[in-house]
């Protein structure tokens, strides 16, 4: 095996919700789900992003995070080790072996963007607002002589093509439409093109804020951003903003921590969608003229796709004093409201900065596409007011549809009512008063289904506000799509059939288990918890070979409550509980192999009673028909096999 090149990071442990972040849509292909989790992280440590010697989360929390059984995350452990790609030692836990990777293909990456890097298809990806081509661009784009005209485009072949600052006359168009439609006098040396809103945060990120600084944003954010300040190595501060983000917090933050940089997004924000109010940006810009070593960055990329009439208030640069403002930073973009592929965005700031940033653009890529810049140009000066109107038109439909769609299916879930952009925050119903709900667990479990979701710890920088209990939706898909999208994760939370844990593919309807913590049967009631003493873990696993002879009435057992089996009183309950089940008719009485109404797989616990270990093992037991608890052979058989050592 070859040496590898040694890395700061190997030997450290990752956790169980960061591995999921990094796994992306692993269940998304066809095969069982062992399988392709196993190939998920073999890839992941191929590419160097786990890094050798990194000691992988224990079976049980890694099966919690990612919502499946234990016993597939030991196959795939298993199939790791078969494949000399992992070894496990006893006490040490399962680590990534030695192979080839540089320290710098390691990183501490946000999972938003794993999907993106994948070519799986999903029944609805609600992930990224991505939104469609307008037509007006699309024919801009086949037919550039109709937005420029010969002359300038013969002037722009003749140059280089080399514009780190940005083509002089999308500069001058850009400081137009700032001035003229959104109130931020402007002037084309304050402008600087960038190649999209996400490289115009990662140049001002790079330039301005240095490994191991303080960088506050709003918790939740543009998970964008954190990916960013993650890979320079910023100190993430997180500030509370559900309702948007509060000056006196901001002011508590500056005064406290002195960040070199605070990234806010006044305007439709990502991901609740609401608007600071004017109030607010006065003291916001306030805080900036009083803070001039901390740079304010204003993400304008969602600014002009209103959901109601009423133009928002100006940028927070437009509040700034005549002559000041030189810290206060304003980023727009034209993928959300033209196209993404577009790939046109732009920085403006002052020419100092600009300089600065347009220093750094020419070291990454010499300059966006100048001939692109011209299209668009000429679209900004010309189209933009019929743009904003057909995209307005294209987008509330899509928000009707899906707001109700789930005020009719999810009337638990709650959202802030946004003014604009792309995204719903939702927040799931907690279980019981004192269990708060898992985003994360329930966007695993959507994704068995075909649905993708953003968990709202991908968007939190601290998680201290419960971002976990939410996840974020994209409504950028056609309406249709959303309501059935809407429909699959209402089944989900009802525990109609699907999900199967064991097998992933294109039949997303498949049996199998639910998701959440309480779930007992796939499609039917939920049993209440199980005591202190009686907690269980009831393992239901069905081999592949199995689920093709299994429908959704046949209820075999999901895990329940998650914690190890407390010696034989609960191997007796679990017992009844499939007696109950079976009599009240939740379980087909059809004559299957399996655990009582599915199959008991192996499951293992351990209870300690003082220095004694009492070990249970529920092996296989025959049913046919409606299982007699009391009879010798059957269910008495997984009694019989307590042994106390």
Known sequence: MAEPIRSSLAGIRIGAPALADLLGRWPAGDGALYRLLALRIARLADTGELSPGLRLPPERELAVALSVSRNTVAAAYQLLRDEGMAESRQGAGTRITPHRTTPAAVHR??????????????????TASIVDCAPQVATALTDPASVAGPGDMRAVLQTSGYFPHGLPVLREVIADHLTR????????????VTTGSQQALDLVIRTEVLPGQPVAVEDPTFPGVLDTLHRCGASVIGIAADGGADPARVAHVLRTHRPALVYLIPTHHNPTGLVMPAGQRQRITALAAANPETVFVDDMTLAELPLRDGAPPPPLAAYADRGAGDNLVTVGSLSKIYWGGLRIGWIRASSGLVGRLAAAKAAADLGSPAFWQLIAAGMLADRHDEILKWRGEWLRPRYEALTQALGTRLPQWSWPVPDGGPTLWVRLPRCDPGTPADGGAFAQAALRRGIAVVPGRLLSASDRDGASEHIRLAFTQPPEVLVRAVDTLAGLLSGHPGGGDETAGAQHGRPGAVVGHEQLLAGQVKQPPLSSGQAGVVAAEIPDRDLTHHRAG??????????????????????????????????HPLPVVGVIAGRLD????????????????????????TPRLGSRGRASRHQERLAVR
């Open 554 to 587: 046949w209820g075999y057992l999901l895990q329940q409550g998650r914690r190890d089996l407390a010696g034989a009183a609960g191997g007796a309950r679990a017992a009844q509980l499939v007696h109950e089940q079976v009599t009240a008719r939740q379980v």
């Open 109 to 126: 990456a946000n999972g938003f963007f794993s999907g993106m890097l994948e070519s799986t298809t999903m029944a609805a990806d609600l």
């Open 181 to 192: 439609r959104l109130g931020l006098p402007s002037t084309p040396e304050q402008v600087m």
């Open 602 to 625: 192996k499951a293992e616990a351990r209870c300690h009673r003082g220095r004694r270990h009492v070990k249970l093992r529920a092996r296989q037991v025959h049913c046919q028909q």
